[in-house]
């Protein structure tokens, strides 16, 4: 769309040609391939938020066609009816439901282009534009599933139309401008922000003398809005609520928010949403790398010459606007809590860029006018071509490199839920979890949807008959009555989940606990010992090698039994001997502790896997492996017991 529009404004005008056209659908296939690389896992992980639109995209595929999504403090519809059309081709996966955010993105580029085109010059829009494709913020809001992203396009499409349409008198295009912005309310709740910055633009242009040019354009736009925003408002108007609560939970004026200071607050919330572009930026992980501002040092020196210049040029209709647009627009972000936030920003995005783009072409006029044609004659364009080149490798760096691999961010995206999620599609047999996945993390019903899981409600037994099945649990309620509840026959081995981390949540910790039950062995030879309090080591598998994936360690596995319930809690060794002593250890609780000895009764069989680092000074065939048990309380170990029940050793060695 935002293509097409930029050729069709080119063609209706004398502001493009060829030449332009070509850059700008370049710029466009380069903002595109950055925001497809890799969709699907970087960020890794997939938050609630995008989950959430997800599940409604499937309610849309199942019938439901609701013109305003009430839950999840309430969402408009336009991202969530994109994404059922990329869900129902792509199937219920991460990239499916980012794939909208990824194609909203790429069009904004060229309609950006469009605006500074209209506004200014091909030149600025181009500079723009291209500015908007190798950007962080940019580009990290076209890579997350949430609706903020469709706000900017809509706002440069409807702003350029209306635009193009008032200077030529043409009242299609003013129509067709009026018909953009109104559908620019389906996508993002800070939209209602702007008819007070139209209002205010339309007083200064009746005030420098533009009363005709108004008389003949408000009316076309406001008919082209009110055309295509109707449905929504009808919908909106009979539970205005709707998108009232939102506002009055991240509001300052609260005085939860203000701390009983309304006036300081507000100050210090304006600061921080000007400083956004160059001083620091949203600390959110999920929205930024955190702090860094949506200008890097090269392109932030350009964006204060734009400043300056359209401070200048005061007169102009083109510098006010922008001016204008950028200030009024933190409004929502100001006058909500955690100022900045990137997200209630996004409405600043489609003309804040135009800033620097003014300031990267008087820049070249300067350097055209300062440097003789003779000695470089292309010199201004190779200074903005170095500088776009070194402001893109910023972002590389910054977006491939140091925000996907920062713990932070996994955490941010949720990346535990999409783990389970895979544990839970990628097993073969039954299933069975805790409902608390299915009804606190988005995410799991989601991805897993299409599984025939047993949810279990909390106290709730599973009622498994037989293996293989496999149980996640959430280890933060009673755990032991699950165990106990499995039947007899069958090995279970017990996996600690990967970590998450809520937003206001002072530490990390484990999402859940996975129990993956086989069969027991139909024939067993005798055990490789026999421990006091009824405990046998039935046998054990060491590996012919350590394992290369960094650091190198040696995984064994234990296989244990109880003939009675033991009657105290223990930690299992895996102790590597050498020549001269003990040169590596695994300690724990059985299973990583998912299976503590309290919790055993006959019948079952625990597989207790360690993983045993392997110093780089030994190799594997210097190491005797030494197995055993200690009370956890004392850490007295358990005797070795020969076949009449004497003590013969405290530790077994494996063969």
């Not at 299976?595 to 019948?603: A, I, K, M, V, Y």
């Not at 009370?631 to 060695?653: C, F, K, Y």
């Amino acid at each position: 769309m935002g293509v097409g529009f930029f050729v069709v404004l080119c063609s209706n005008s004398r502001l493009g040609n060829r030449k332009t056209v070509f850059w700008v659908m370049l710029v466009t296939c380069l903002g595109a391939a950055l925001r497809l690389a890799a969709i699907g896992s970087v960020p890794v992980g997939l938050y609630q938020d995008e989950a959430y639109n997800g599940l409604d995209a499937l309610r849309v595929l199942s019938g439901t066609h609701p013109l305003y999504f009430a839950a999840n403090n309430g969402r408009e519809p336009l991202f969530i009816y994109l994404a059922s059309a990329s869900i129902a081709g792509l199937g219920r996966t991460v990239a499916a439901v980012r794939l909208p955010a990824a194609l909203l993105g790429t069009l904004t580029i060229p309609a950006i282009a469009a605006l500074g085109s209209v506004l200014f010059n091909r030149r600025v829009g181009l500079l723009a534009a291209t500015l908007v494709a190798i950007t962080f913020w940019p580009l990290h809001l076209s890579r997350i599933a949430f609706r903020a992203v469709g706000l900017p396009l809509f706002i440069a499409l409807a702003l350029a139309a209306g635009w193009h349409g008032a200077r030529r008198g043409n009242r299609g295009w003013i129509l067709a401008g009026g018909v953009l912005y109104g559908l620019g309310f389906y996508t993002y709740l800070p939209i209602y922000f702007t008819p007070l910055i139209l209002a205010m633009f339309a007083i200064y242009l009746w005030a420098t003398g533009h009363r005709a040019r108004l008389r003949r354009s408000v009316p076309w736009f406001v008919a082209g809005a009110a055309l295509s925003v109707a449905p929504l408002a009808l919908t909106t108007l009979t539970d205005p609520s709707l998108l009232l609560a939102r506002m009055g939970q991240v509001s300052i004026v609260e005085s939860a928010a203000n701390q009983g200071e309304l006036w300081g607050t507000l100050f210090r919330q304006i600061g921080r949403g000007l400083g956004m572009f160059f001083l620091q930026g949203d600390m959110i992980p999920r929205h930024n790398l955190p702090g860094r501002p949506v200008f890097d040092w090269l392109i932030a020196p350009f964006l204060l010459i734009g400043v300056i210049w359209a401070g200048w040029n005061w007169r102009r209709p083109a510098a006010v606007m922008t001016l204008l647009w950028t200030l009024l627009m933190l409004g929502p972000t100001v006058l909500a809590e955690n100022a900045p936030h990137y997200l209630r920003a996004v409405g600043v995005l489609p003309v804040v860029f135009l800033l620097p783009a003014v300031g990267l072409e008087q820049g070249e006029r300067w350097l055209a006018r300062s440097v003789p044609p003779r000695r470089i004659k292309m010199a201004p364009l190779a200074m903005t071509g170095l500088l776009l080149a070194a402001s893109l490798a910023t972002t590389l760096r910054d977006y491939y490199g140091r925000y996907a691999a920062d713990p932070l961010t996994a955490y941010a995206f949720q990346h535990a839920a999409v783990e389970l999620a895979e544990e839970i599609n990628n097993y073969a047999g039954p299933v069975w979890a805790s409902d608390r996945f299915a009804g606190k993390w988005e995410t799991i019903p989601y991805l897993a949807g299409d599984r025939d899981v047993h949810w279990l409600a909390e106290g709730e037994l599973p009622q498994i008959t037989d293996a293989p099945a496999a149980l996640f649990l959430w280890p933060y309620e009673p755990v032991a009555p699950q165990i106990a509840a499995l039947p007899v026959g069958i090995t279970v081995q017990g996996t600690i989940g990967p970590l998450v981390k809520g937003d206001l949540e002072p530490a990390a910790y484990p999402l859940y606990w996975a129990y993956r039950l086989e069969p027991a062995p139909q024939f067993q030879e005798s055990p490789l010992a026999h421990f006091e309090d009824n405990i046998r080591l039935e046998m054990a598998i060491v590996a012919d090698q350590t394992t290369s994936a960094g650091d190198a360690v040696l995984p064994v596995t234990l296989y244990w039994t109880a003939e009675e319930s033991p009657g105290a809690e223990y930690v299992a060794f895996v102790h590597l001997v050498g020549a001269t002593g003990l040169v590596a250890q695994d300690d724990s609780v059985p299973a990583t502790g998912t299976l503590p000895t309290s919790w055993w009764r006959p019948g079952i069989w625990i597989a207790d896997v360690h993983q045993v680092p392997m110093p780089s000074t030994h190799s594997r065939e210097e190491c005797q492996v030494v197995v055993g048990l200690y009370r956890s309380d004392n850490q007295e170990r358990l005797a070795v017991l020969n076949p009449t029940g004497r003590p013969i050793d405290d530790a077994v060695i494996l063969p």
